[in-house]
């Protein structure tokens, strides 16, 4: 299975505002999955963000269209989230809605009840 990780800022940007503030050993998680992956830097790929778009809506569609390359039955989509929708324009629960348009394999890992 081939890792690829799409992020919607430069990579000091995309830290500061997506990863760092959770603390603990998050910054330490994304570098040790980045080192197996291919990054994907939406600005450095798409071109600017236009005018009215939502960095993380656009990022979340980039990613589900990169997905649909292989063939929309092959997408399955897994997400670790806590099934809250206060993280705003395209956070998890947008893309939870939007892979459901795309394909019925959804995992959702519900943080509410992992480490219960």
Same mark, same amino acid.
């Given at each position: 299975?081939? &890792?690829? *990780?799409? *992020?919607?800022?430069?990579?000091?940007?995309?830290?500061?505002?997506?990863?760092?503030?959770?603390?603990?050993?998050?910054?330490?998680?994304?570098?040790?999955?980045?080192?197996?992956?291919?990054?994907?830097?939406?600005?450095?790929?798409?071109?600017?963000?236009?005018?009215?778009?939502?960095?993380?809506?656009?990022?979340?569609?980039?990613?589900?269209?990169?997905?649909?390359?292989?063939g929309d039955e092959k997408i399955a989509f897994i997400? &670790?989230?806590?099934?809250?929708?206060?993280?705003?324009?395209?956070?998890?629960?947008?893309?939870?809605?939007?892979?459901?348009?795309?394909?019925?394999? *959804?995992?959702? &890992?519900?943080?509410?009840?992992?480490?219960?």
């Amino acid at each position: 299975m081939r &890792l690829e *990780i799409y *992020i919607p800022f430069d990579e000091p940007t995309f830290l500061a505002g997506s990863v760092d503030f959770a603390g603990g050993s998050w910054r330490a998680r994304y570098f040790a999955a980045k080192s197996k992956a291919t990054l994907h830097v939406m600005p450095d790929e798409l071109g600017p963000l236009p005018a009215g778009e939502n960095a993380y809506e656009r990022d979340n569609q980039w990613m589900l269209e990169r997905a649909a390359r292989f063939g929309d039955e092959k997408i399955a989509f897994i997400c &670790l989230w806590n099934g809250e929708g206060g993280d705003g324009p395209g956070g998890a629960k947008h893309l939870m809605e939007e892979a459901g348009r795309k394909t019925t394999r *959804i995992y959702w &890992l519900d943080t509410r009840k992992l480490w219960d």
